[in-house]
């Protein structure tokens, strides 16, 4: 039986009933509650702040002090059945009913008279309880929601794709096979030896999966662990499982690495009898790549990628003809793919080589104000003629969003797949970023701590990207700045340009960020890129005889593409 419960008991069953001269001043036979303060007169009253039981002689005394805040119930309405309260580690008859916050442990109330606390602030532990059992709610829910799910669709994926793997190899073999035919009795025994590596390469791909489903799946069995342990945890409101309890999400909201396999084609000449090994067709080296896992947002850090070193020479290793006069953008679907809008309504596809792949155009006729590539590879636009932000999927357009009183600009994917604008109110005087999920805006950045804008309110180009630590980083062209904001909206810093510029002022537009958090921005006028680490400090330049450099953006390989704004040119980069 709890303390507070027996209180209850022995206050309900014939206390009034036992002459006080008849017992010993501190219990009895039926162990009748005394006054803390007189210990003389049966206690009626509790004052919840001090954690004191009263008689109503010593009331008027007890809150006399005026230097506290009093709170005196009745003690009945005090007693509630507890959850199980700690033993007090020192003295071994007590138990811990309150909390130290500064050195985060439960003490009892002998502890606190003691003075070994003296001027710590002291919680009641229910609170403390209250709080401990939000924190692991919030863990499971995310666990059970967010995380969870996310590993249960990649080993669905990776089933998925070991189905198709066995497809594609299949019809490998039988072009080998087919190829074989044609050669007869000649060729049989350099069929055998591509069938023969055709089957090793298929085992080795197949290896490369199955390990990936087993790091996935015991990834998948550690979460189940946790998820039960937090359940049970919660449902025993016990307060020493809470208070040692340490979250482990963060080691899961960065998911395993993906394997890809790619399958080889079987390429193939015209028969020479002296030549049969040759043409019948060599396959290429076995090729698994393996990709970083996507990172869920949180607040808290998440493992730091491999490091990859500035070049001392960047150098151009593409470049693409856009086919634009002006005001090129340009957003990455792929190494080899990107993205490009400039002076008209048209938004075109092309790869490196310059060829046109798609071309779509907006669904007001209005020039594209800033475009961006989704996670899932559809293309978002912003268009400033008539006020939406709106998505291309399967070459069908969506108007997402539409505004009303601000003109949308810049628009960036975060890794949770929300969209970031830059917006400016239709009247020119204000500029803010917002966040949306779907059709949802989900948060409004405006105004530092002190309630200044943080955001240029004179209509100009502003870009901005999400780097990799989840800040929000804008190229504010106007202000001649780069404002930095965390997740929160918080602002972290303004990076107004290195020192060396001294033939025109730092004129930032396009910006994006890299794997190695480095934030990137085009500074127009002075025909380059400054690069920064995630706390603004200069690290370099990037030249590579750039001419107006204006958007921006980096592959999932870390190349920089750069789109020049007079010479209709995007410019493939590599600087790591």
């Known amino acids: 039986m709890s303390k507070s419960l027996r209180f209850f008991l022995l206050l309900t069953v014939n206390f009034s009933v036992i002459p006080t001269s008849e017992m010993h001043p501190r219990r009895s036979a039926q162990e009748v509650l005394l006054c803390d303060l007189c210990e003389t007169v049966p ?149 055998n030896q591509r069938k023969s590596a055709i089957a090793e390469m298929k085992t080795k791909h197949l290896d490369a999966l199955n390990k990936n489903t087993d790091e996935i799946t015991q990834k998948m069995a550690e979460l189940k662990q946790i998820m039960s342990d937090l359940k049970s945890i919660l449902k025993s409101n016990d307060v020493s499982l809470t208070s040692t309890y340490k979250s482990r999400n963060s080691q899961f909201r960065t998911l395993p690495p993906k394997v890809r396999v790619i399958v080889p084609s079987l390429s193939a000449q015209k028969i020479n009898k002296d030549q049969l090994n040759e043409m019948f067709g060599s396959l290429p080296p076995l090729s698994i790549n393996t990709e970083h896992g996507d990172t869920m947002k949180s607040a808290e850090a998440v493992s730091s990628p491999p490091v990859k ?37 048209t938004m075109k596809l092309l790869n490196l080589q310059s060829k046109l792949l798609t071309s779509i155009q907006t669904k007001s006729g209005g020039l594209p104000t800033d475009i961006a590539v989704t996670r899932d590879g559809d293309l978002v636009y912003t268009d400033y003629r008539d006020n939406t932000i709106n998505l291309i999927k399967n070459k069908q357009i969506q108007t997402v969003i539409t505004l009303q009183g601000w003109r949308p600009g810049g628009v960036c994917c975060t ?52 780097n990799k630590n989840l800040d929000i980083c804008v190229a504010d062209n106007e202000a001649r700045a780069v404002v930095v904001v965390n997740q929160s909206g918080k602002l972290r810093f303004r990076y107004t340009g290195h020192p060396s510029n001294t033939e ?73």
């Open 43 to 191: 206690l009626q009253s509790h004052c919840k702040p001090c954690h004191i039981n009263l008689c109503i002689n010593c009331v008027g005394k007890h809150i006399s002090d005026s230097s506290k805040d009093h709170n005196v119930v009745p003690f009945i309405k005090h007693i509630q059945p507890t959850p199980n309260y700690p033993k007090c580690r020192k003295h071994a008859d007590k138990h811990c009913e309150l909390h130290c916050e500064e050195c985060n442990i439960p003490v009892c109330s002998t502890c606190i008279s003691s003075g070994k606390h003296k001027g710590h602030d002291i919680s009641d532990i229910l609170e403390k309880l209250s709080a401990n059992t939000e924190s692991l709610q919030k863990d499971l829910e995310e666990l059970e929601k967010r995380i969870y799910p996310r590993y249960q669709k990649m080993a669905s994926n990776v089933q998925t794709e070991k189905a198709e793997l066995e497809t594609k190899y299949g019809k490998l073999t039988t072009d080998a096979d087919e190829q074989g035919e044609l050669l007869h009795r000649e060729i049989t025994a350099i069929v």
């Open 309 to 345: 070193p500035l070049l001392d020479e960047p150098r151009v290793t593409a470049t693409i003809d856009t086919g634009y006069r002006y005001r090129n953008s340009v957003s990455c679907l792929s190494e080899d793919q990107v993205w490009t809008c400039g002076e008209n309504k």
């Open 415 to 466: 890794a949770d797949n929300d969209l970031l604008v830059t917006m400016d109110s239709d009247d020119f005087t204000q500029s803010k970023v917002v966040r949306y999920s779907g059709s949802t805006e989900k948060q409004s950045i405006q105004f530092d701590d002190q309630g200044r804008p943080l955001y240029s309110s004179v209509l100009n180009d502003k870009y901005l990207s999400e």
């Open 504 to 576: 025109q002022s730092f004129n930032p537009y396009g910006i994006t960020t890299d794997s190695q958090s480095h934030i990137l921005t085009a500074d127009y006028r002075n025909h380059r890129i400054h690069i920064l680490d995630q706390d603004g400090q200069f690290l370099r330049y990037i030249h590579c005889h750039l001419h107006l450099p204006w958007g921006l953006c980096v592959d999932i390989r870390d190349n920089l593409f750069v789109a020049e704004c007079n010479f209709a040119k995007v410019k493939k980069i590599q600087y790591l």
